[in-house]
């Protein structure tokens, strides 16, 4: 079998290859293959998948190419985790959106419109090469905002896509790690959007554990919850995707974002342009752990601000700059988007059906969105496919916000098909943390110019 990773030189390859080859056996692979159009940045990290395949005694060969077509040929599944325009695309959205007094976070609100402006046409294109070259291969879609894209995906009529993303199914992590059983042994009921969801139910054995467990400042301090107040999580009743952050605190997080320095953006530019330097300076092969713990301290440091305005527990940038991040191994940071991936493929691939929540088509699984809405929900997977679970009718205010951002989602699809900055800006102001026509007409005309090389002309 054959894993292709669009995206393959990207700073997370290396845990997605420990990931896979961890699983080789279960999924039956034979390749894993690596791809980027970033010809130096690949051959570094392709290098380190290939020392940490030796380093585990792999049998499986890890390819890397620059060339789409080799790279999809012949493939079973194709993973995307792209960023046209790079890091420094990143920046530019940021601060574009900071300049207006709008949030500058790369997949929601403004950021997540302007990634979805260069995302989604290169996404397609990759799609419409699996359909000549694996036309029975499956796409897990990571490419940021990754909801949006699977509804263009979904749009264009490939129906053998799927957005994956680790935040979906973090209370299902939280609770069985509270409660010190298997991930297996626990049922979530996810519902909502990428990025804007919430878990309402989270059965062990049966019994539904999580409204009790929201009564404990304790799971909620120990958890990605504690971004939130515990007077909010309990008002809710739910578990809350920590992303609804930027709706709940919407001011706050312009503010806090603002007063930093540098961007988050800039700040991973700063890390992923050290850690190649630093990787490219030595030789590889012949000093494989340490180019291993030069990679672990690059992603220890990117962890260590993550949202850091946020979390009472984190560390400021210039702070995080100043840590030594010890030689903790490489795969203490968990599987993340590789596992989400990989649950699938050995579902597929298996007798036993996964449990999981996943970005697809409604089907009538939430009342209040349309069937071919592309929801974030909980699954059953199996070797027959992928089923959405039923979750029927939702509180009003989680309704509307679900379905105010959905409008936005199918008017922005609909903009970058059709190329229209009329339909563009109309898009982007619906959308809750705009919702003003004068600030969308410029942040769209600045979006369009700032990004022309890879958006194309628009009327």
Request: with cysteine.
């Amino acid at each position: 079998m054959k894993l292709t990773l669009i995206g393959g030189g990207g700073v997370r390859a290396p845990l997605f290859a420990l990931s896979t080859l961890k699983r080789a056996d279960q999924i039956h692979l034979d390749e894993l293959c690596l791809m980027d159009i970033d010809a130096p940045k690949l051959a570094i990290i392709g290098q380190l998948c290939q020392v940490i395949a030796r380093r585990m005694g792999s049998d499986v060969r890890i390819t890397i190419t620059t060339d789409p077509r080799t790279a999809i040929s012949g493939a079973d599944y194709v993973v995307t985790s792209i960023r046209v325009g790079g890091d420094e695309g990143r920046v530019l959205d940021e601060r574009v959106a900071l300049r207006h007094g709008v949030l500058g976070q790369e997949t929601t609100g403004p950021g997540g419109f302007a990634m979805a402006l260069r995302s989604i046409p290169a996404i397609l294109e990759y799609a419409r090469l699996i359909d000549e070259l694996a036309p029975g291969a499956w796409m897990f879609n990571f490419t940021n905002p990754a909801g949006l894209v699977a509804q263009a995906l979904h749009d264009a009529g490939f129906e053998r896509a799927v957005g994956i993303c680790d935040g979906a199914n973090l209370a299902q992590h939280a609770v069985a790690t509270w409660m010190q059983v298997p991930m297996s042994a626990v049922r979530t009921e996810v519902y909502g959007l990428n990025h804007l969801s919430w878990a309402r139910r989270a059965w062990i054995n049966g019994d539904n554990v999580l409204p009790k467990l929201l009564q404990s400042d304790a799971f909620i301090n120990a958890t990605e919850l504690r971004v939130f107040e515990p007077a909010l999580v309990r008002a809710f009743g739910e578990w809350l995707n920590e992303y609804l952050f930027y709706y709940y605190y919407a001011e706050r997080a312009v503010a806090s974002i603002q007063h930093d320095e540098r961007t988050r953006g800039e700040e991973i530019v700063a890390i992923n342009a050290k850690l190649l330097a630093d990787l490219a300076a030595i030789d590889i092969d012949q000093e494989p752990e340490r180019a291993l713990k030069i990679y672990h301290a690059a992603n220890a440091r990117r962890s260590a601000t993550y949202m850091h305005y946020a979390r009472t527990d984190a560390l400021d940038m210039e702070r995080a700059d100043e840590q030594d991040y010890g030689s903790v191994d490489i795969g203490d940071e968990g599987e993340g988007y590789a596992g989400v991936a990989l649950d699938i493929i050995e579902a597929f691939e298996s007798q036993e059906p996964v449990h999981i929540a996943l970005n697809v088509p409604n089907a009538g699984a939430i009342a209040c969105m349309r069937p071919d809405d592309v929801v974030e929900v909980s699954c059953i997977v199996d070797r027959h496919g992928i089923h959405p679970l039923p979750v029927g009718a939702v509180p009003e205010s989680q309704e509307l916000l679900m379905r105010t951002v959905k409008h936005y989602e199918r008017l922005t699809v609909e903009a970058i098909r059709t190329h229209s900055r009329d339909t563009a800006v109309m898009a982007l102001m619906a959308h809750p943390l705009v919702m003003s026509y004068s600030r969308a007409r410029t942040l769209v005309d600045e979006y369009l110019q700032a990004h022309a090389p890879y958006v194309g002309d628009w009327h």
